[in-house]
């Protein structure tokens, strides 16, 4: 990140990890039954997500015109597989296509698996991924903001803000690619 900075960068938009021990596909890999998330793997994005959080702040204080927002991949994606209605979603702990015990493998790769016939009605569309509509949801989070999953700022207020323009890091002595 930092460089970034001193090629110019100003603005950074970040996406936290994923709550990868809710993704089907690791929770076939790890053998879990019953539905439940894969513990380990959700206690050490959790960790690595709030170290990146804390990282962004101390750079902020470290770099001048440093800007930057954090979508929390982790919280929004949780909580569309927690109360997947609240999204109009009404499978959230198996994916559409693939097979095993939650769909969560081989969507497309062997002869037979299995394919849902709403995927809008899925959270996941195949072990690792979440669906278009999942996404599309995602997005606008991400983009608009208003929501306590992308702070402080939302996408598109990052790319509004005018920073730091290009031209006075042209005529900056520190110029990493002389014209
Ligand atoms: C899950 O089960 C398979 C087949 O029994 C086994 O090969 C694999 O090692 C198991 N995975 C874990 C993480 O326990
Ligand atoms: C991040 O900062 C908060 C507030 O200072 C602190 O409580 C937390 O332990 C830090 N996270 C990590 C992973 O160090
Ligand atoms: C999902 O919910 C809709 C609306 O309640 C219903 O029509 C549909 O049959 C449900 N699909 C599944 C797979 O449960
Ligand atoms: C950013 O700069 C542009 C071009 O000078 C200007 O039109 C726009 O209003 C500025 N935006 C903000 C948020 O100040």
């Known amino acids: 990140m930092k460089e970034i900075y001193e090629m110019g960068g100003r603005k950074f938009a970040f996406q936290n990890v994923g709550p990868l021990g809710c993704l089907p596909e690791f929770k076939q890999q790890y053998n879990h039954s019953g539905g439940a998330c894969v513990e380990v793997l ?5 960790l690595h997500n709030s170290l990146l959080s804390n990282v962004t702040v101390e750079l902020q204080s470290q770099l001048s015109g440093f800007q930057y927002l954090i979508f929390d991949f982790f919280s929004s ?10 999204y109009g979603f009404n499978v959230s702990k198996i ?19 299995e394919l849902c016939s709403n995927p809008n009605e899925y959270v996941f569309f195949d ?10 949801i995602l997005s606008n989070f991400l983009w608009n ?7 402080p700022l939302s996408m598109k207020q990052l790319y509004e803000l005018n920073s730091t323009t290009a031209i006075e890091i ?6 990493l690619f002389p014209m």
Request: glycine share 14%; with cysteine; charged share 20%.
């Open 42 to 46: 959700q206690a050490i994005t959790s």
């Open 127 to 136: 072990g690792g991924h979440a669906s278009e509509r999942a996404n599309s």
């Open 145 to 151: 903001g208003g929501s306590e999953f992308t702070w």
């Open 77 to 86: 994606l949780n909580d569309m597989i927690n109360y997947p209605t609240k």
């Open 170 to 175: 042209l005529s900056n002595d520190k110029l």
């Open 95 to 113: 994916a559409c296509c693939g097979i095993g015990l939650y769909r969560g493998s081989e969507c497309g790769r062997v002869k037979e698996y």
